[in-house]
């Protein structure tokens, strides 16, 4: 049975269409999902309802970046994300999040002033409508100059961004329980993944993995995040080689199951 807090983003199936990933998410009766805004972009409210309609909750948008080197496409990525805001809101509210883009060059500091810039009106325009934006630090260096939990939650205290707390990109960091509970007030999303540290012969570090198929103390994490007194779904995302040579629908099918069985473990 899927847990009851599990939710499935459609990173999972990066190639596959929005159609294909409904039809599996009504398969497995799951009560979360986290949609991609490439899947939907062609008709926001349409899709959206569409899947609310299913019996299903939106975990979350995942958008795009703004363009911190190009301050003139701003205005273009602000419509996008008013058009996610408004169809989420007319299902009660959500969260939506996105990358906070690559480095410009400039010392960090200055960066981070030029996104707080960008993201600043559509803080306000979610915080309008009833929907929470966020942003996800990412070992990811092309899509992210926030590369630590550690430093996500002083973004967060500049810019009132919620943040997107990933197994897969912060479970190295030191003092990470404590890092968790910093960033508590923050979080808007917690995303869980196994990972292969990576060996000669293996996948590349970082490889993400099933739960239990890793290299990541996953139980350890799980109840680290609990402990901060967070509330909302838990996104399985895990994309990679693994994933692609198993086949979407049989990796999301296990995977439902292996992530259920962990959240039952720890009596959620």
């Known amino acids: ?3 009851p807090r599990l939710s499935i983003s459609a ?3 990066f190639h596959w269409s929005f159609e294909q990933d409904l039809a599996l998410w009504r398969e497995l009766d799951l009560p979360w999902a986290g949609l991609l805004i490439s899947k939907i972009a062609d008709d926001i409210p349409g899709k959206v309802q569409r899947v609310t309609e299913a019996g299903i909750r939106i975990s979350t948008v995942v958008t795009g970046a703004f363009d911190l080197a190009a301050p003139k496409t701003w205005e273009a990525q602000r419509g996008l994300l008013r058009s996610v805001f408004d169809a989420l809101a007319a299902t009660g509210g959500g969260t939506v999040y ?4 690559r480095t410009t060059g400039a010392p960090w500091g200055e960066v981070l002033e030029v996104f707080a810039a960008a993201v600043a009106p559509s803080v306000e325009e979610a915080r309008s409508r009833g929907v929470r934006l966020g942003f996800e630090p990412s070992l990811r260096t092309d899509v992210s100059f926030v590369n630590t939990l550690r430093d996500a939650v002083d973004v ?3 810019t009132g961004l919620g943040l997107v ?3 897969g990109n912060c479970w190295m960091e030191r003092d990470l329980a404590q890092v968790l509970q910093r960033a508590a007030p923050h979080i808007c999303l917690a995303q869980i ?3 292969l540290i990576g060996a000669p012969g293996r996948p590349s570090p970082g490889g993400r993995a099933h739960i239990g198929e ?3 103390p996953v139980r350890r994490l799980l109840q680290e995040v609990l402990a901060t007194g967070y509330q909302g779904p838990f996104d399985l995302e895990v994309l990679g080689p693994e994933i692609e040579k198993e086949g979407y629908g049989s990796a999301i099918r296990r995977g439902a199951q292996l992530a259920s069985a962990l959240l039952a473990e720890a009596a959620l």
């Open 11 to 13: 990173l999972s199936s």
């Open 98 to 101: 996105l990358p906070p883009g």
């Open 1 to 3: 049975m899927t847990h």
């Open 165 to 167: 707390a990933d197994f």
């Open 156 to 158: 967060s205290e500049r």
């Open 214 to 216: 890793g290299e990541l």
């Open 193 to 195: 993944c196994d990972v």
